[in-house]
Structures are given as C-alpha cells and as structure tokens.
C-alpha cells in the first residue's frame, strides 16, 4: 500500500454517461496530481492541486473536470468522454515545500483507474 | 519542451545478471530524477529519487546515476531476479505552471528476468 487510494479500479462507461473517479491520501501530503496513462505512450500529466489550489491543467479537454475539496481528496469528473479516453488513469501525491514551490521527495501513486469508454 | 528517452523500450536477461537501463532529457533544467518500477495493471513505485544537485543514490541492489550535464540518467540493477520483472519509468522534474512541479515520463523499458 503506497498511502494513495483511487475507487474505483475498473470502469465501463458509454460515451453519455457521467460518472466520477475517487482518490485519497493518507500520507499528509499537501499536493495532488491526475496522470494519464494510454498505451504505447508516456503518462501525461492532466491537473495538478497544491494546497487545494488547482495550479496546472495541461490543455485537457473540459469533459474532464477536477475538484479538490481538501488536501486528502480529489476528484475527476467524466462526462460525454470518446472512446480514446480510455486509458489508466493515476492519481499521486507528493508534499511541496513552500519556500522552494516544487516537490524534492517522493511522489506516491495510487493504483489507478482502469477506464474503458464504448 | 523537456522530452524523455528511455532505451531499450524492452529487455529480457537471466537470473543473476546485473543490468543497466538508460534514460535520456533534453533539458537540463530539472528540479531532480526519478525512477518507478510499474507492474502490469498498477500504478507506480516510486524506487530512487535524485535531487538535480546530486550525482547517484542506492537502495539495495538499485543504483542510480544522474549527469545533468549531459542529461543523462542510469538505472543499475544488481544481480537480477524474476521479481524484478515490470516496467522501469524514468521521470524528470522541472517547473510547471504556478510555481509547481511537473514531471515528464519517458515511455519506460519492460524488463524480464528469466528464472
């Protein structure tokens, strides 16, 4: 267990539903990232939260919308999503310093989401 | 835009064999150099984490190098073993948007030890 949780593991959605993906911290980290990890490609960074503020989005399209209500949740809201979202989707934490504003330890990853998108 | 090399993209060696696996950035600007380990279906395993001001660190049998002059990184792996076998990712991190950090992920190398 890494201390980074995402529910659920597998998700079979239509292109019209809505549907959202979960993560939580347990390691008191204070920022929070989405990754994105397609086959045959490098895992892209989607949103980063540090201290509850949303600090990076890295042209991800708005049928992806984060919300990070506090330092141990986070959220990825899907909706109208096309089959070539379909991915892994990973969610990881690390703990920025504020006197340097980047991370110099560890970033821990949950298991991810494995999402299919018919 | 930083860009990430992994080489080789796969790797089948035997039991016992001490290995290398190399990464490669094109900007040397970076806050520091990670490698995971991934197993097939979960998420990443953070393994060493090398600040830009340093040149290696080691856990075990793990040893890895990094020369930010030549934006070059080595993973080297002690006398291997069937669990070591997954994907080995070398991420870089530099300056993201706001202040944080970003890091950029090669596209990793799937390592197979056979027993």
């Known amino acids: 267990e890494t201390g980074v949780t995402q529910t659920p593991r597998h998700l079979v959605m239509g292109m019209t539903n809505k549907k959202s993906l979960k993560c939580e911290q347990h390691l008191g980290h204070n920022a929070m990232y989405w990754y994105k990890q397609s086959a045959k490609k490098p895992l892209e960074l989607m949103f980063v939260y540090s201290l509850e503020e949303r600090v990076e989005n890295n042209s991800v399209p708005s049928r992806f919308s984060p919300e990070c209500p506090n330092s141990s949740h986070l959220f990825l809201h899907l909706h109208t999503l096309q089959p070539e979202d379909s991915a892994l989707y990973l969610c990881a934490s690390s703990h920025i310093t504020q006197d340097r504003g980047h991370s110099n330890e560890k970033l821990f990853f949950g298991s991810g989401t494995q999402l299919s998108v018919l | 835009k930083q860009e990430v090399t992994q080489i080789p993209a796969a790797l089948s060696v035997p039991e016992g064999e001490n290995l290398v696996l190399n990464c490669s950035f094109t900007?040397?600007?970076?806050?520091?150099l990670q490698w995971f380990r991934q197993d097939p279906g979960k998420g990443l395993t953070s393994l060493l984490l090398?600040?830009?001001?340093?040149r290696e660190q080691t856990s075990g049998r793990l040893n890895a190098s990094l020369d930010k002059s030549s934006g070059r990184s080595t993973l080297y792996i002690a006398a291997s073993q069937p669990g070591d076998s997954a994907t080995y990712l070398c991420a870089v991190g530099g300056e993201g948007q706001g202040g944080s950090e970003k890091l950029v992920f090669g596209k990793g190398t799937k390592l197979t030890v056979n027993p």
């Open positions: 090398i600040q830009s001001s340093q």
């Open positions: 900007d040397s600007a970076i806050y520091n």
